[in-house]
T-cell receptor, first 112, second 112 residues
């Protein structure tokens, strides 16, 4: 079976840095996505990692270690609008195509 | 911008009814997906399709079927709705090769 673990909830202060971890044990691996989902809205794509290392995109960075089955999303200079759920998803190769398996998501609350 | 449109934001149906959820994408994506999202369980894949008339079961296909007669449209069918199918349903589309999936706004379905 597939297993993807993320913390359920986190709280951080406006202006601070927060790191959201994701560990995975899956049968196969073809990359990892991070998505952001505000309450009542659709998930939106944040980042993609397939090779080990850090990918930086503005205030958001994502890191991957394939040998450890581990990724994190780093959010810098937190803003109130960053309050949302953050979803880690592993790309698996099926018989016909690719599919994603999602973690249960981490609900981040940013406080003043 | 990719546009994934789900036919209804909110839907209320009765137990035993046959329910159709429709999804249309405008970016000529090969892959389309249906998920349900429940508190504490995260996003779970119901079915996906990698080409017209092709479909694969996801993690929780029981009680559901799908139809993809045209590339841009992917329908989820609840053959005989039950109360445990009350949920948020999200449609997504994407290119081949594990590219990011783009989500619709979701349909909040209540089965009474």
């Amino acid at each position: 079976g597939q297993n993807i673990d993320q913390p359920t909830e986190m709280t951080a202060t406006e202006g601070a840095i927060v790191q959201i971890n994701c560990t995975y044990q899956t049968s196969g691996f073809n990359g990892l996505f991070w998505y952001q989902q505000h309450a009542g809205e659709a998930p939106t794509f944040l980042s993609y990692n397939v090779l080990d290392g850090l990918e930086e995109k503005g205030r958001f960075s994502s890191f991957l270690s394939r040998s450890k089955g581990y990724s994190y999303l780093l959010l810098k200079e937190l803003q109130m609008k960053d309050s949302a759920s953050y979803l880690c998803a592993v790309i698996l190769r099926g018989a016909g195509s690719y599919q994603l398996t999602f973690g249960k998501g981490t609900k981040l609350s940013v406080i003043p | 911008d990719v546009k994934v449109t789900q036919s209804s934001r909110y839907l209320v149906k009765r137990t035993g009814e046959k329910v159709f959820l429709e999804c249309v994408q405008d970016m000529d994506h090969e892959n389309m997906f249906w998920y349900r999202q429940d508190p504490g369980l995260g996003l779970r894949l119901i079915y996906f399709s990698y080409d017209v008339k092709m479909k694969e079961k996801g993690d929780i296909p029981e009680g559901y079927s799908v139809s993809r007669e045209k590339k841009e449209r992917f329908s989820l069918i609840l053959e005989s709705a039950s109360t445990n199918q009350t949920s948020m349903y999200l449609c997504a589309s994407g290119l081949r090769g594990g590219q990011p999936q783009h989500f619709g706004d979701g349909t909040r379905l209540s089965i009474l």
